[in-house]
């Protein structure tokens, strides 16, 4: 009992979550005009409270594995809980059912539901050690993201967007439920912690068995972070989703994904006695990441050159950027691993900026393609500034957040050695590549002539606030980096859970 109530005591984030979740399906099944503003308040209350638990959890330092070590509690955990509930809580603030088109009409109560119930997969799944509730959190985030994405029921590109995604999920993951159980096979044990003992002492059966589970669990890795050859259902899903939906997918699920990723690779596949890498004589870790790395950046950057629907291209953008936040995870650091906090926190606010843009066009002349933006500047001043700083975050231009976020993992691949600055110079060959497309859109809708006899877009003032808030967001933090950069650090405690 006693340990019960200890883990109870670290898990509020996700009690908060639970008890929200649960108090939001009831209020709407009870009816009543008044139950659209009742659960968004319930669902903004419910993320705040869970936000306010994880940012408790983080400043107290708590530590230390929960529920018979099914689940950990430690600073880069409650790093991940910040970010994971911070986005859902922009999501349902700033992206309203009022300011997304898609969304007119259909009910408020299940799609804040299905919010706060992706929000708290996410969180198990980051706080995952034992590969069963690895698994069973990415299930549980899978179907969900599988739903949300389907919400527009009477709408034939969700639907088929849904099915495409989860057929890929139901393969990428069904195979990493097997390299799962052949690597339980291997060790005898289902904790991660576990794991790492056995391996640490050489691999207690045939390599290759380990390398097809190694191989399987990358794929499931993969599929969830949109990294290369596992991206195509990233397209398709974000351009057949309502865009809040894709918003949402374009950051929780991944951050969630890279959360476990730095866990699973940390906390399973090295071993704290001469350098981060040991086991890499066993499986060279590092090369078959750099492989995905590199390929992920630059499939995303070179197909997103051709694509007009913005949805689309911010999805193969998105693509990019994983293989950008993959050199955190090459690096295998403590420096890399702050830099993938810091890409993430940065990518959070630069990318739902420019979301939140595409949405409110939309809102307004019912386009997503790129070829109806001429003369958007002449229109919509404050908008287009707007977006124009989001894609300049994007690229990585000094000194937005956007900047930062490229400066460290760059620098942290620069710190592995001379072998890796090549890595690094693909990586800002990537960039550069990007700068086309971003500004493409910029081209479009600063200097490009069209849509003269179209009325000025006028944006309510709530629009306006969130649209200042994000640009703010991505260009103050560069005020008070050394808080920023304080935080990540003190987030970096490698080799816990056990």
């Not at 600073?75 to 007119?104: C, Q, W």
């Not at 390599?207 to 397209?235: D, E, N, S």
């Not at 933006?373 to 908008?383: D, E, K, S, V």
């Amino acid at each position: 009992m006693e340990e019960v109530l200890r883990s109870l005591g670290l898990f509020k984030p996700e009690i908060a979550l639970t008890a929200g979740l649960l108090l939001v399906v009831i209020v709407d099944s009870i009816g009543g005009a008044w139950r659209n503003g009742a659960v968004r308040i319930l669902s903004i209350a419910t993320l705040a409270v869970a936000l306010g638990y994880a940012v408790e959890l983080q400043v107290a330092g708590a530590q230390g594995a929960i529920f018979s070590g099914m689940l950990t509690v430690d600073p880069l955990g409650s790093f991940f809980k910040i970010i994971l509930v911070l986005a859902s809580l922009l999501i349902i603030t700033a992206f309203t059912f009022r300011a997304a088109r898609e969304l007119h009409g259909l009910g408020q109560g299940e799609f804040h539901a299905l919010i706060l119930a992706l929000t708290l997969s996410n969180l198990l799944l980051a706080g995952a050690n034992d590969i069963v509730m690895l698994y069973l959190a990415l299930e549980m985030v899978s179907i969900t993201s599988y739903v949300m994405v389907a919400y527009l029921k009477g709408d034939r590109m969700s639907n088929e967007a849904s099915l495409k995604y989860l057929l890929f999920g139901a393969v990428s993951t069904g195979g990493m439920l097997y390299g799962l159980s052949l690597l339980y096979g291997l060790t005898g044990t289902t904790s991660l912690p576990g794991i790492r003992e056995v391996l640490a002492t050489g691999v207690p059966g045939p390599q290759l068995a380990l390398y097809l589970a190694t191989l399987l669990i990358v794929v499931g890795f993969g599929f969830k972070i949109a990294a290369v050859p596992f991206h195509f259902w990233c397209p398709d899903v974000y351009q057949g989703a309502a865009t809040p939906v894709t918003a949402l997918l374009s950051v929780a699920p991944k951050a969630a994904g890279f959360g476990i990723a730095v866990r699973f690779f940390f906390g399973t596949f090295a071993v704290p006695v001469t350098g981060t890498w040991d086991l890499s004589g066993v499986i060279d870790w590092q090369l078959l990441l750099v492989v995905i790395s590199v390929a992920t950046m630059t499939l995303g950057n070179v197909a997103a050159l051709t694509q007009n629907n913005m949805k689309r291209l911010l999805a193969y953008s998105s693509i990019a950027h994983a293989g950008y936040i993959l050199m955190g995870i090459v690096a295998l650091s403590d420096v890399g691993a702050r830099s993938l906090l810091i890409y993430l926190f940065a990518y959070l606010f630069m990318n739902l900026g420019a979301f939140l843009v595409v949405t409110l066009v939309h809102l307004h002349d019912g386009t997503f393609d790129l070829r109806d933006y001429p003369g958007l500047y002449r229109r919509a001043p404050l908008l287009t500034l707007a977006m124009g700083l989001f894609m300049l975050s994007l690229i990585g231009i000094p000194p937005l957040v956007g900047f930062l976020g490229k400066l460290y993992v760059f620098g942290a691949v620069v710190n592995m050695g001379s072998g890796y600055y090549w890595y690094a110079a693909v990586g800002a060959v990537n960039a550069a590549i990007a700068g086309f497309y971003y500004l493409r859109v910029l081209k479009v809708m600063f200097i490009d002539a069209g849509n003269e006899d179209k009325p000025p877009l006028k944006l309510a003032f709530v629009d306006r606030a969130w649209l200042l808030f994000f640009a703010a967001a991505n260009l103050l933090p560069v005020l008070f980096w050394s808080r920023i950069d304080e935080w990540a650090r003190g987030a970096v405690v490698l080799y816990t859970g056990r």
